[in-house]
């Protein structure tokens, strides 16, 4: 996200709605974002964006299911993130001027006015077994870089033979359903932000950061 090219992108917002995804009750949705959020935003997405998830989910191999973890970030949310993570990484190089350490901070958050959890168009999930337990794909979601050695990076080579057969299962489903990875995040997939377009060609973003009501 620290590449000036996705925030070159332009937006032309499709205006879909932001739906809860434990609506229809099709996806299993972890509580641990639950805690914190009063109103569930973390449980809003796209509709197309649910639409291509549920897609997904059907090209799994039997008995295996997506778990959703966080989808809808609000801007403000956002922002506490970036500059809290910002704040992280500058007590550990207090030498870094502020250009250099925005530049860090955005590879692993995103800057809250490009940021595709913003608009609805990202989603944090990993895979669970049919009694729901949540399979080893190799780190916990939301693990930094520093934290995990880099075994965050969807492509790591240390990770274990079982997490990395894991990985492959879930992008090989979440990409035929025309999501895209952000490789520093194995767990993060987005359909029509600007990094998504920037990745697959598209002309402009379908969706662009917005207030939840
Ligand atoms: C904070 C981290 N889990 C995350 O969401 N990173 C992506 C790149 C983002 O902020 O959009
Ligand atoms: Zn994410």
Do not use: K
Not at 105 to 114: L, T
């Amino acid at each position: 996200m620290s590449d000036a090219r996705v925030a070159a992108v332009p937006v032309q917002d499709c205006d879909e709605r932001l739906v809860d995804v434990r609506r229809g009750g099709e996806l299993l949705v972890d509580a641990r974002e639950q805690g914190t959020d009063a109103v569930g935003a973390f449980a809003h997405l796209r509709e197309g964006v649910l639409r291509r998830l549920l897609e997904a989910q059907a090209l799994l191999p039997d008995g295996l299911r997506l778990l959703f973890v966080e989808g809808y970030r609000p801007p403000a949310l956002q922002r506490r993130y970036f500059e809290g993570y910002a704040e992280r990484l500058r007590s550990v190089h207090p030498d870094w001027q502020d250009g250099r350490l925005r530049s860090a901070a955005s590879r692993f958050v995103s800057p809250p006015e490009i940021a595709p959890h913003s608009a609805g168009a990202a989603v944090d999930l990993t895979l669970a077994d049919a009694d729901g337990h949540e399979l080893d794909l190799g780190t916990p979601i939301d693990a930094s870089p520093e934290d995990s050695e880099g075994a965050c990076y969807t492509q790591a080579p240390n990770i274990g033979d079982r997490a990395r057969a894991n990985r492959t299962t879930l992008a090989a489903a979440l990409t035929a359903a025309g999501l895209v990875n952000y490789p520093t995040e194995w767990w993060h997939w987005s359909y029509g932000d600007r990094y998504w377009a920037l990745l697959t060609g598209a002309e402009a973003a379908r969706y662009g950061p917005r207030e939840l009501i």
